[in-house]
C-alpha cells in the first residue's frame, strides 16, 4: 500500500505559477505510474497529467498542454506538477494518484491510491 500527501496549492493570479508536490509513503513511486487529476465544485473529476513508471513517458489533457509539466525525483520519492501560466478556470481540487499499469492512464477509475488533495485557486 502507498500514502500519498499533495502540496502545494494556494491563491494565485492568473498568469502566474504554482508547483505541486505529491510524496509517497509505504512504497516508492518507482513500481506505479502516476496521474494528477483535479475537480472543480461542480464538475467531475478530470485528467490533468501522468508520467510512467519505466520511462517516464508524459501525457497532458489538451487544456494544460504547453503550461504544466509533470515530472519526478525518485530520490525523493515525490512527483510535481509545475504549473505556470495559471488561468481562472485551472481552480479546482488537485489530486495525485497512482496505478500499477500503463493503459487507460487518463482514466481516473483505475488509478489504485489516491491522495487527499490540495486546493489550487487562480484569481482573475
Known amino acids: 500500500q502507498v500514502q ?5 496549492g494556494g491563491l494565485v493570479p492568473a498568469g502566474g505559477s504554482l508547483r505541486l508536490s505529491c510524496a509517497a509513503s509505504g512504497r516508492t513511486f518507482s513500481g506505479y505510474n502516476i ?7 461542480g ?3 478530470e ?9 517516464g513517458i508524459t501525457t497532458y489533457a489538451e487544456s ?11 530520490a525523493k520519492n515525490t512527483v510535481y ?10 481552480t479546482a481540487v488537485y ?11 487518463t482514466i481516473g477509475d ?6 487527499q488533495g490540495t486546493q489550487v485557486t487562480v484569481s482573475s
Open 4 to 8: 500519498l500527501v499533495e502540496s502545494g
Open 64 to 74: 494544460v498542454k504547453g503550461r504544466f509539466t509533470i515530472s519526478r525525483d525518485s
Open 47 to 55: 485528467f490533468v497529467a501522468a508520467i510512467t513508471r519505466t520511462l
Open 95 to 105: 489530486y495525485c494518484a497512482v496505478k500499477s499499469t500503463v493503459p487507460r492512464i
Open 81 to 90: 506538477l509545475q504549473m505556470n501560466s495559471l488561468k481562472p478556470e485551472d
Open 110 to 115: 483505475d488509478y489504485e491510491y489516491w491522495g
Open 35 to 41: 496521474g494528477w487529476f483535479r475537480q472543480a465544485p
Open 43 to 45: 464538475k467531475e473529476r
